[in-house]
T-cell receptor, first 115, second 110 residues
Framework: DVKVTQSSRYLVKRTGEKVFLECVQD?????MFWYRQDPGLGLRLIYF???????EKGDIPEGYSVSREKKERFSLILESASTNQTSMYLC??????????????FGEGSWLTVV | GQQLNQSPQSMFIQEGEDVSMNCTSS?????WLWYKQDPGEGPVLLIA?????ELTSNGRLTAQFGITRKDSFLNISASIPSDVGIYFC??????????FGTGTRLTIIP
C-alpha cells in the first residue's frame, strides 16, 4: 500500500514564526503535492514537484515555499506564519503518467493553527 | 480552468439506504477518481476509473465513468454508520493537474 506520512498532525505556531511541514512517501513516486483544505473552499493546490529539486507553483503559492532535496521527501515552508494560514495541510504523491493514470494518494493531514 | 460540479452538497439518510452522488465537468477527463475523507483525516482513494463507460466496484461502492467523459457517478449500497464522511470526486485530462469537486457530506440519521 502507498504510504504518505506527514510528520506533524497538530501544530500551534505564533504569528511571524517560520514553520516547516514535512512529508515522506515510500512508493518512489515522482510527483508530490501540497494542498490546503478550508471549509467551503475545498482542496487548493499550493505547490507541486515533478522531480527532485524541481518545484512549480500551484493555485495559491503566496506566503509559502517548498523544498525537495530527496525524491521521497517534500517540505512545505511558511517563512513567516500568519493567522490566515491557519488550515489543514495535505501532502500527496503520485506516480505520474503511467497506465494507472495520475492517481494521487494523500497523507493524514497536518492541522496548523497560527495565533 | 476546468470546473467540477459535485452534487448533492450534503445528504442525510437512514442506515441501510442506498446513496448516489455525481460529478460533472466542463471539459472531458481521461481519469476520474473518488475519495472519502473522515473527519480530521486525509482523503482516501476509493475507486479509480480510466476508461469511458467503465463501471468499477469496491465492496458496496460502485462508480462509473460516464460515456461522455464529462461525468462520473458513485453509488453506495446499504449504507452503514462508517460510511459517514465527505466524498470527493477528482478528474484530469492528459498532463493537467487534478481538479477536485467540492465534496458531498454524507450523514446517517440514527
Amino acid at each position: 500500500d502507498v504510504k504518505v506520512t506527514q510528520s506533524s498532525r497538530y501544530l500551534v505556531k505564533r504569528t511571524g514564526e517560520k514553520v516547516f511541514l514535512e512529508c515522506v512517501q515510500d512508493m518512489d513516486h515522482e510527483n508530490m503535492f501540497w494542498y490546503r483544505q478550508d471549509p467551503g473552499l475545498g482542496l487548493r493546490l499550493i505547490y507541486f514537484s515533478y522531480d527532485v529539486k524541481m518545484k512549480e507553483k500551484g493555485d495559491i503559492p503566496e506566503g509559502y515555499s517548498v523544498s525537495r532535496e530527496k525524491k521521497e521527501r517534500f517540505s512545505l515552508i511558511l517563512e513567516s506564519a500568519s493567522t490566515n494560514q491557519t488550515s489543514m495541510y495535505l501532502c500527496a504523491s503520485s506516480s505520474g503518467l503511467q497506465a494507472g493514470g495520475n492517481t494521487i494518494y494523500f497523507g493524514e493531514g497536518s492541522w496548523l493553527t497560527v495565533v | 480552468g476546468q470546473q467540477l460540479n459535485q452534487s448533492p452538497q450534503s445528504m442525510f439518510i437512514q442506515e441501510g439506504e442506498d446513496v448516489s452522488m455525481n460529478c460533472t465537468s466542463s471539459s472531458i477527463f481521461n481519469t476520474w477518481l473518488w475519495y472519502k475523507q473522515d473527519p480530521g483525516e486525509g482523503p482516501v482513494l476509493l475507486i479509480a476509473l480510466y476508461k469511458a463507460g467503465e463501471l468499477t466496484s469496491n465492496g458496496r461502492l460502485t462508480a462509473q465513468f460516464g460515456i461522455t467523459r464529462k461525468d462520473s457517478f458513485l453509488n453506495i449500497s446499504a449504507s452503514i454508520p462508517s460510511d459517514v464522511g465527505i466524498y470527493f470526486c477528482a478528474g484530469h485530462f492528459g498532463n493537467e493537474k487534478l481538479t477536485f469537486g467540492t465534496g458531498t457530506r454524507l450523514t446517517i440519521i440514527p
